[in-house]
């Protein structure tokens, strides 16, 4: 199984600040990776499809890169409305393994 | 609309069963692979399980492969997850999702919770 590993953990930032998070996966996915945003109480959210395609209506200010192993999403400059936990997944194998998360908190 | 709607979610004793549902409204349902992931409380999202939009293919994570059984009818847009032999790491929200073939799962299901506890 392809295991998809995140980091950081837990990322404290504020408003306005650039952020990055980076996932790695145990063996080539090329660009089968999304990210989702995760809020308490909230259904996920895909933000980023094939690394680097931005999903409609996801503003501008999210950014994925990446292929192969290595992969990240950036913001830009964070918003209040940011605040959230972030996971990778794969989807290049059946498993569709996620990370394990990243909790973007307030600093 | 796409929506999709989890059911069948509740308190159940270890080692005892649930069958969860999730019906599809507003997409062609034959179309698209769906999928189960569940969430743990204070624990990250885990793929669980998925089946094929013809139901070709099925698969398991390791972690219910034997006890769980996905399925599905296209004639009533309904996707299944039979679960068995729960155990009390089995609690979690389940979500039900579809997959499409570029863009991962775009659509989401609310949810539905199962506790599994003595």
Redesign the interface.
Request: aromatic share 22%; proline share 0%.
């Given at each position: 199984d392809i295991q998809m590993t995140q980091s950081p953990s837990t990322l404290s930032a504020s408003v306005g600040d650039r952020v990055t998070i980076t996932c790695r996966a145990s063996q080539t996915i090329i660009s089968w990776l999304a990210w989702y945003q995760h809020k308490p109480g909230k259904v996920p959210k895909l933000l980023v499809y094939r690394a680097s395609s931005l999903e409609s209506g996801v503003p501008s200010r999210f950014r994925g890169s990446g292929s192969g192993t290595e992969f990240t999403l950036t913001i830009s400059s964070l918003q209040p409305e940011d605040f959230a936990t972030y996971y990778c997944q794969q989807y290049n194998s059946y498993s569709h393994t996620f990370g394990q998360g990243t909790k973007v908190e307030i600093k | 609309e796409v929506q999709l709607v989890e059911s069948g979610g509740g308190l159940v004793k270890p080692g005892g069963s649930l069958r969860l549902s999730c019906a599809a409204f507003g997409f062609t349902f034959s179309s698209y692979d769906m999928?189960w992931?569940r969430q743990a409380p204070g624990k990250?999202?885990?793929?669980v399980s998925?089946i094929s939009s013809s139901n070709n293919?099925i698969?398991y994570?390791?972690s219910v492969k034997g006890r769980f059984s996905i399925s599905r009818d296209n004639a009533k847009n309904s996707l299944y997850l039979q679960m068995n032999s729960l155990r009390a790491e089995d609690t979690a929200v389940y979500?039900c999702a579809r997959?499409t073939d570029?863009?991962?799962?775009?659509y989401?299901?609310?949810?539905t919770l199962v506790t599994v506890s003595s």
């Open positions: - | 999928h992931v990250g999202l885990e793929w998925s293919y698969h994570a390791d979500y997959r570029l863009r991962a799962f775009d989401w299901g609310q949810g």
